[in-house]
């Protein structure tokens, strides 16, 4: 399983679909971040999934319920298109969580700059150990 | 820490960096319970529920299906309706929400010249409310690009070997469609309940690597060796 840091054409790729915009922070991520693929390569991890995807899937489907933010199916007819758009290249389950980040900002739920600001945070956090 | 008599404990590898995905999931789940969209304790609960489930109501649907035509002509028009009958809702397959991916179920059933196997090429789709998680190796590219080129050929590396007459058909999952596979009824099972042709049903048949044997039951009891050396009571 590749990463995207070795195809130029899919990171120089602009947005296809007019109805989708790349959000400046989830670019620098879909280029800069390491993928759960390549990570097992070099530390030479057999786990098929990152320790991360039992839990974005519990957040998918929270978001599904209570107030109903992202309804199931709205949020996976998204990801389809993200995942032919904007994140066409990504692996799995990577392209399913910016796909979802990208939704809630397009919808208003947070806003770029303030998941910006969480992901300085969070990294600070998790890297202070 | 005692060491062990036979060379030391050596630890699994682990990833050993914070990757730029792994904060971003927590940004967004930290950003989703700070705007009140859910719980932490929500949360929880649907990562606790991920982990739970399992291949038996599938199992049970199949063994239902082989006992009860009625059932059987439900399951193949509608597996979506004949899931619930064995308690497995797929609009809230949960208990307490709907599932993150919610879609059709179609039971594909094996008959003495048909044998279907279920894959997803493009990533890991499973039918997880009825079947559970997958298994390592449904997610692998090895299973999923060589499948549906070589079927024949996959199946016997599982041991499956399969007459020429029988045409094999390989379904491969979507992120709308989800599929589980209804093997045949197999001999010396004349007169078993429910219970017990459940038993026998086990996931990789559910996926169609495997065929059912009425000697090899999911939940049979595992082979106990003894101690090369055991401890020794004196009182």
Known sequence: MGGTQDNPDINDAKNTSSEYTSIAILERIRKRGRVWGDLCAQYGVENPDPPWKVCLEGTCEALAVQACALPTLERRWAEDELSETLYQGVPFPERQLLALAHTLIQRGLFGEDELARRIEKVGERLNSV | ?235
């Open chain 2, 1 to 235: 820490m005692a060491k062990r008599d036979q060379g030391e404990h050596k630890a699994a590898p682990m990833v050993e960096e914070v990757s730029d995905f792994e904060i971003l999931e927590l940004a967004v789940r930290e950003l989703a319970i700070e705007k009140g969209l859910f719980t932490a304790d929500d949360h929880r609960h649907f990562t606790e529920f991920a982990h739970s489930i399992g291949p038996l109501p599938a199992a049970r649907l199949v063994a239902k299906a082989w006992l009860d035509p009625q059932f059987k002509k439900l399951a193949l028009e509608d597996g979506v309706a004949a899931s619930k009958e064995v308690g497995i809702d797929w609009l809230n397959p949960t208990g307490f929400g709907t599932p993150s991916d919610y879609t059709d179920l179609r039971v594909l059933e094996d008959t003495p010249t048909v044998k279907h196997v279920v894959v997803c090429t493009l990533c890991s789709c499973y039918p997880r409310p009825i079947l559970g998680h997958s298994p390592e190796w449904y997610r692998t590219p090895n299973y999923r690009r060589r499948i549906v080129r070589w079927p024949r050929q996959v199946l016997s590396e599982f041991g499956l070997q399969l007459p020429e007459n029988v045409e094999i058909r390989v379904e491969d999952s979507n992120q709308k469609c989800r599929f589980m596979v209804m093997p045949m009824r197999p001999e010396g099972t004349e007169g078993w309940s429910e219970e017990e042709l459940a038993a026998i049903v086990t996931r990789d048949c559910l996926i169609g690597v495997a065929v059912p044997h009425p000697e090899r039951k999911q939940n049979a009891a595992r082979p106990v060796h003894k101690a090369v050396h055991p401890v020794q009571h004196d009182h």
